[in-house]
């Protein structure tokens, strides 16, 4: 079964400052990975997702992610983020015909 | 635009009265689930429909029921809500199969009282 770690439950940045967010997933076989932002009182977006192929992903707001599979790892980076990028992130991993599993998420504070 | 539409956006319930939360899209996927997220917490997926066919996850407790009479309505059924199952409720769509991305609607925020 897959698992998802996401390694920091806040992060803490001010403003225009660069920020990455940690995910580790576990898994025997190829996946999928996606990373998903969840704003108070909101459903989940999606922010980027891979599936094969270049394994630096660009999503929505400026933000991107690389795959890297010898170190079982997918970390959400943002070179400058905005106070309105302050939210709860969720990784998430899937393979073929399985459901998506979640990480625990990280909540992104952005200070002034 | 296409996408999922969660009704209501709030909603209070009492403990043990049955209680009814929809969702449609307009994104015409086969496939549509339903999450439970309780604060802090990652969604948990309660069930989800391929088409006509209902998959209940293991640990889904039997208070919850779903329901989806079309392609673009989903509907799910608390029958005696207690204060435990206070929560949001997210439902979500895909195309096949389950593993692609999904589309979450805006969630309802579920009280019971």
């Known amino acids: 079964a897959q698992s998802v770690t996401q390694l920091d439950s806040q992060v803490p940045v001010f403003e225009e400052a660069p920020v990455e967010l940690r995910c580790n997933y576990s898994s025997s076989v190829s996946v999928y990975l996606f990373w998903y932002v969840q704003y108070p009182n909101q459903g989940l977006q999606l922010l980027l997702k891979?599936?094969?192929?270049?394994?630096l992903v660009k999503g929505i707001n400026g933000f991107e992610a690389e795959f890297n599979k010898s170190q079982t790892s997918f970390h959400l980076r943002k070179p400058s983020v905005h106070i309105s990028d302050t939210a709860e992130y969720f990784c998430?991993?899937?393979?073929?015909?399985?459901?998506?599993?979640f990480g625990a998420g990280t909540i992104l504070r952005v200070k002034s | 635009d296409a996408m999922v539409i969660q009704n209501p956006r709030y909603q209070v319930t009492q403990f043990g009265k049955p209680v009814t939360l929809s969702c449609s899209q307009t994104?015409?996927?086969?496939?549509m689930y339903w999450y439970q997220q309780k604060s802090s917490q990652a969604p948990k997926l309660l069930f989800h429909?391929?088409?006509?066919?209902?998959?209940n996850e293991a640990d889904t407790p039997d208070n919850f029921q779903s329901r989806r009479p079309n392609t673009s309505f989903c509907f799910l059924d608390i029958r005696s809500p207690g204060l435990g199952d206070a929560a949001m409720y997210l439902c979500?769509?895909?195309?096949?199969?389950?593993?692609?991305?999904?589309?979450f609607g805006p969630g309802t925020r579920l009280t019971v009282t």
């Open positions: 994104l015409n996927h086969n496939v």
């Open positions: 891979y599936l094969s192929g270049s394994t």
């Open positions: 979500a769509t895909s195309s096949a199969p389950l593993s692609y991305e999904q589309y």
């Open positions: 429909y391929y088409d006509k066919d209902f998959n």
């Open positions: 998430a991993v899937s393979v073929y015909g399985n459901k998506l599993v």
